[in-house]
């Protein structure tokens, strides 16, 4: 009993204040839920705005992951958000090679493949960094209601090769190179959706190849995005 009447007694003027606040004696204060969408998973059908000496065939795939940091403006449905994260795309040719040489005006070519091969591609990665304004239908709870966001993505080259599997074998042709492209690229993205889903655009706006090193060839990006945490 004496322990049950220590902690009725330890108790009490937390209940009373509870009380207090129910009389509206004291105003809740209302905390705003974290910002949100601070993951981004980007699946994307990847092309290219090209001449159309370039022949390409197949689905370009692309695929990039972000970590973001959301910083609300104000009161608004409004908010500008910064991140970084690695993307990769596959565009594949129809019955051609790239030829990198340097004994031509243009250092870079797309010939008629010397080799029979069942797929070719160029592959690409980058380290990146989106920069976004968003709206948000529900500022409350940002993985809900309408939202969307425009925005550009600086990108620095990590890596780039060229494969191809000649056809009928098991023999794969490899050439990593970089130098004729462009180390930097800048691309404008923008998104539309609802809840944890949208879907996004991108377009470049820096060429692939380094001025006067190859053809004017301009990536752009159509697919689907995931976002949460």
Not at 41 to 64: A, E, M, N
Not at 119 to 125: C, I, P
Request: hydrophobic fraction near 35%; glycine fraction near 10%.
């Amino acid at each position: 009993m004496k322990r049950f009447a220590l902690l009725a007694l330890m108790l009490m003027p937390t209940m009373m204040w509870a009380q207090d606040l129910e009389k509206g004696g004291e105003k809740k204060s209302t905390v705003q839920k974290p910002s949100r969408d601070f993951l981004m998973l980007q699946f994307s059908y990847d092309g290219w705005v090209k001449p159309d000496s370039i022949k390409t065939t197949g689905i370009g795939r692309g695929f990039s992951g972000y970590l973001c940091y959301d910083f609300p403006i104000k009161k608004s449905n409004f908010s500008f958000a910064a991140g970084i994260g690695i993307s990769a795309s596959n565009i594949y040719l129809a019955d051609q090679q790239i030829m990198n040489t340097d004994k031509d005006s243009t250092q870079v070519r797309f010939i008629a493949e010397t080799v029979n091969y069942k797929r070719y591609k160029q592959t690409l990665t980058y380290l990146e960094a989106p920069f976004e304004i968003r709206f948000f239908g529900n500022k409350d709870n940002r993985n809900k209601g309408f939202k969307a966001a425009i925005g550009m993505k600086v990108g620095t080259l990590l890596g780039a090769h060229i494969k191809g599997r000649e056809d009928g074998t098991k023999v794969n042709y490899k050439n990593n190179s970089r130098k004729y492209l462009e180390t930097w690229r800048f691309a404008a993205s923008a998104r539309l959706g609802y809840g944890n889903v949208s879907v996004f655009g991108t377009y470049n706006l820096t060429n692939l190849y380094k001025d006067g090193e190859g053809p004017v060839v301009t990536p752009y990006s159509i697919g689907l995005c995931i976002t949460g945490l």
